[in-house]
Every structure is written in C-alpha cells, then in structure tokens.
C-alpha cells in the first residue's frame, strides 16, 4: 500500500527520516499521537482563527485530545466542518454545554462495579475494563470521565482482583474486554489476561471492544492474531461510525480478523451530522458485511456529560430502522438499542410491525406497507412444559446430539455396531416374522 499525499505531507512533518514502514507501525503511530493545536494544524497544514483556537483550549482543558497520524490523515481539510472523522475526533467548543439530564455516569458502571475493572449487570456476564487508554478519544466516548485520567489507569494488581471475582462467580459464561482500547495493552499482557480467563471453566467466551482497526489498523499484527487464536472462543467488536473509516487500510485489518477464524461485530452509535441519514447507514453497513463485519448494536447516543450536540431524537433512530429492515439483507441490520439510564441495560427500540391481535389472530405490516394477518393456532398444549419449573423433574437433553450414533451402509461397516442387515418397514417377508402379513 503506497501512502496518500496526506499521510505522505503528515510523515514528513514529523520526521522527514520516516518512511511508510513507520507509517504501518502502531507504536510509531501512537509515539506521533496529536495532542495539542500546533501540531494539529502544521500537520494537516491549516490554520484556525483565533476564535477556534480558543474554543478549543477552553475544550481540551476539560476533554483532552487524541488522534492517532492514521486518523488525522483522512479528514477532508476542504470540508473539515462537516467531515465526520474531523468531527469525531477534534474537540467543539460545544462539549462544555452541560444540559439538563447530562451525567457524568449515566449507565451506572461505577455502582455496578462489585471489586474493580468489574461491571456486572447482566446475570451471566461481566464488563472487565483492561485499560483507559484509547489510539483516539472519541469526541462522543461515554466514558469521558475517565479518558486520559492516569488515576484510573487499571493496574495488573486491579485487573487480578476482577478476574478473581470472575472465577468466584460461576454464573459468568461471557466476558467483555473494555476500557479504554484492550488492543493498547503489550501483547503479554493481553495474552496474560485471555490465558487467566480461558482458565476458568465456566467462562465460556471472551469478547473485546475495540476501535483500532477504525483508528490505528496498523495494530492488527500476525503476533495479535495468533495470541487471539490461541484463546478462543473470542469475539471481537469493532466500532466503525462512518463508511468512509472503512478504508484500504481497515479493510487489510478486518480481513486479517477475519481468515484468522474471529468473528467480527460493529457497534454503531447514531451521531447528529454524523451518521443520522439512512443513506449514510445504510453503505456503512453494507460495506460491513462486504468485509465480514455483522453489524451488532445501533446505539442511541448517551447522556454523558458533553455529548448533547451528538444526540439525535429516538426517532432518527427509528427511520433508520425502517429503511433497513426488508429493504437489505437481514444480517445487515443491527440492533437499535437505548443504553437505559442509571444502569438499566440496553433496551431494544424497534419499528412497530404488529398492528393488532386477537386470540386467534395477529395484525402485522410489512417494509412495505402491506397489511396481512398470521392465523394463530386454534388450540396450544405445550408439549412437555407444564410452566411449574420449580418442580420440573423433565430431563431435558440440551447438550450436541451423539455424532457416534451411524446409520445406514456406515452404520454395517462400523464395527462397534452389531446390527447386521437393514430392511426397508414394508417388507412382507419381516412382516410375516411378526404375525402381521
């Protein structure tokens, strides 16, 4: 992959010696993370009023900045203030409007949080934050509070006390890495982790949060993907807003995911003059699937601190819904979902497909419009559910079936089967053995 004039003029400012093995490194691109308004403008060559430069000290002094050189080098300069990744990545001066209803933990984590790194709010499984570093800080992070605070940078010591509550607490079957980016961890120390979890029996799987193959490609290495191979089941969930994220450079990330056998999920949040237009979705998640990435959540913007600009109304998200569902491929539709206030949970929010019902019949609309009824059973009995399961004593098999069990011309040549002949039900000879000829 041969640099673009951006990242060519990016480059040299920073170090006329670099070359694009430099560029493809991701500690190179972490070492060159822009922080400050200086380095921002002389890199992509601009130069803000006074009146942005301003709004935007009085901005990083509450929310810093950070954007990775990769990153940097895709903002269009020659719209910068509608581009999208320029607005998800430099700080506005609007992140200071603090509304009426804005938290600074709007989900709860902190009170869900039984020992630390754990959040635990679903019955069986646990939030385990690994990290509060990010390539990039998202200018829409729900976590703002804790982005680049190194007082709550999670240690080794932290982080055992969090998988030990894990391993204390069987009900657990599915473990969520997040933080900050757990793909900022050292290689060790990610695989330290993974090894400590995949060694507790009744975690069944391990999933990670990530924005880098949005933000820093470059940190999919073979070394990362052997590490995730060698501790699966792990499941990985990628933060892509925009299609134009998706470039040559995430696409070789993502397909490297890929082949190496980790199933790929994005998570999406709806962003004001960002991505709340069916269209804009709707290639987004088109060129998801293209890459092998399900698109998993939608998520309605939250009510963190600084965030209100971002927030569209509930129902952008709905006419979003409506253009994707039976208009494309199922799999492309993600879950649009509220992440419930004061730790709530997500609550799927939905287009309304049923109309009406009654005992025996539902009223329902299609995508198009199309108004039909489904005839419902004129009488239900449950098969083997009495609804008392606090006496059930049914013996239900919910394990594989016996793959051991052959049939047909394998099951006359196993040897461990002793059946001898196979005869078809009407045969009249058979019939006569059994008095029924």
Known sequence: MTLSAAQEQIINSIDTTADSSHWKDWKWQMRNSV??????????????????RGA??????????????????LINTEDMENDPVFRQSVPS????????????????????????????????RVLLLVSNTCPMYCR?????????????IPTKSAIGKGIEYIRNTPQI?????????PFLLTDDHLDWILGELRSIEHVEIIRIGTRTPVVLPYRITPELIGILKKHQPVWVNTHFNHSCEITESARTALGMLADGGIPLGNQTVLLSGINDCPRIMKALVHKLVKNRVRPYYLYQCDLSEGLSHFRTPVGKGIE???????????????????????????????????ISWSTN????????????????????????????????????????????????????????????SLVPESNTRYSRRKGEG
């Open 56 to 73: 935007f000290r009085k901005t990083v002094e509450k929310f810093p900045m950070s954007i990775t050189p990769y990153y940097l080098s």
């Open 173 to 181: 079957r599915d473990v969520l890495l997040s933080g900050g980016d």
């Open 361 to 420: 019949k539902v009223v329902l609309r299609n995508y198009e419009g199309v108004i039909t009824t489904y005839k419902e059973p004129d009488s239900y009995e449950p098969t083997f559910c009495d609804r008392k399961c606090d006496s059930c004593e049914l013996l239900l098999n919910l394990d594989g079936a016996d793959e051991t069990k052959s049939i047909g011309i394998e099951q006359l040549l196993s040897d461990h089967d002793q059946t001898i």
């Open 140 to 152: 829409h992070c729900t976590r703002k509070r804790k982005v680049g605070d190194e007082d709550t």
């Open 35 to 52: 922080r400050d308004l200086d380095t921002f403008e002389t890199l992509l060559g601009i130069e803000l009023s006074e009146e942005q």
């Open 320 to 354: 979003i819904l409506e253009s994707l569902i039976g208009h494309t491929s199922g799999f492309c539709v993600p879950t649009y979902v509220i992440d419930a206030p004061g730790g709530g949970g997500k609550i799927p929010v939905m287009p309304n497909y049923l």
């Open 93 to 124: 001066p609007r992140e200071l409007d603090i509304m009426n209803g804005d938290m600074q933990d709007p989900l709860h984590e902190d009170e869900d949080s039984p020992v630390p790194c754990i959040t635990h709010r679903y019955p069986d």
